[in-house]
């Protein structure tokens, strides 16, 4: 059973930028799509990127376009999201997820959190102006 360990979390001020790290525990899947999620308090989930592992495709909230990378390292079974040009709004407990998975079904991922079935534990972001 995938285990999945999130960290890089921490603070920092508006502007700057910070690396996340999730540390799967195995793979079973051939094809698989993970992502990054995120909750601020008093809000709901919310999709912020997806990469799936059969062509590494990636897909990105708007909100974090141009400022968040996804990407993931086979050999190491870890997924990264480097998040630059942080923004207050980005304040947020930010969790990893993976779910075996036809491209298709991960190009529309980020509105689809229930349907992974792996998750983090989380991290928490805190971006102050």
């Known amino acids: 059973q995938e285990q999945l360990v999130e960290s890089g979390g921490g603070s920092v001020q508006t502007g700057g930028s910070l690396r996340l790290s999730c540390g799967a525990s195995?793979?079973?899947?051939?094809?698989?799509?993970m992502g990054w999620f995120r909750q601020a308090a008093g809000k709901e989930r919310e999709g912020v990127a997806t990469?799936?592992?059969?062509?590494?495709?990636?897909y990105y909230a708007d909100s974090v376009k141009g400022r968040f990378t996804i990407s993931q390292d086979n050999a190491k079974n870890t997924l990264y999201l480097q998040m630059n040009s942080l923004k207050p709004e980005d304040t947020a407990k930010y969790y990893c997820?993976?779910?075996?998975?036809?491209?298709?079904?991960?190009?529309?991922?980020?509105?689809?959190?229930?349907?992974?079935?792996?998750w983090g534990q989380g991290t928490q972001v805190t971006v102050s102006s």
């Open positions: 990469i799936y592992s059969g062509d590494g495709s990636t």
């Open positions: 195995r793979y079973t899947y051939r094809t698989y799509c």
């Open positions: 997820a993976a779910q075996s998975s036809t491209g298709s079904w991960c190009r529309f991922a980020l509105n689809r959190g229930r349907d992974f079935g792996y």
